[in-house]
């Protein structure tokens, strides 16, 4: 399998960003995907996350700044980003898994950079 972000780039404070991960090579009606953050810690940092039977979740530094969106057909998940403040810079990676396969599939990330 396979995930890979896209999106990413250099955004003044309060702007927005649409981040998308477009994923093949497995069953995308069963893994959710979730986004997260590189950061400053050894695990990157929970973002968001859409699981197959329509739940979302978010941590508590986006939530209501961030929506997450799942398209079935597309097999992608978006992540838009509004209000980006500096403290959002970042690596941000797509990540689809499920309980059979907890590690998941991991893409090489995409670069958010928020400043004056």
């Known amino acids: 399998g396979q995930v890979v972000e896209s999106g990413g780039g250099l955004v003044q404070p309060g702007g927005s960003l649409r981040l998308s991960c477009t994923t093949s090579?497995?069953?995308?009606?069963?893994?959710?995907v979730g986004w997260y953050r590189k950061g400053s810690a050894k695990e990157r940092t929970f973002v968001a996350m859409?699981?197959?039977?329509?739940?979302?979740q978010y941590s508590a530094s986006v939530k209501g700044r961030f929506t997450i969106s799942r398209h079935n057909i597309k097999r992608t998940v978006d992540l838009q980003m509004n209000n980006l403040q500096p403290d959002d810079t970042d690596i941000y990676y797509c990540?689809?898994?499920?309980?059979?396969?907890?590690?998941?599939?991991w893409g090489r990330g995409t670069q958010v950079t928020v400043s004056s």
């Open positions: 090579g497995f069953n995308f009606s069963e893994h959710s």
């Open positions: 990540n689809a898994a499920n309980e059979h396969n907890p590690w998941g599939f």
């Open positions: 859409s699981s197959p039977n329509g739940n979302l």
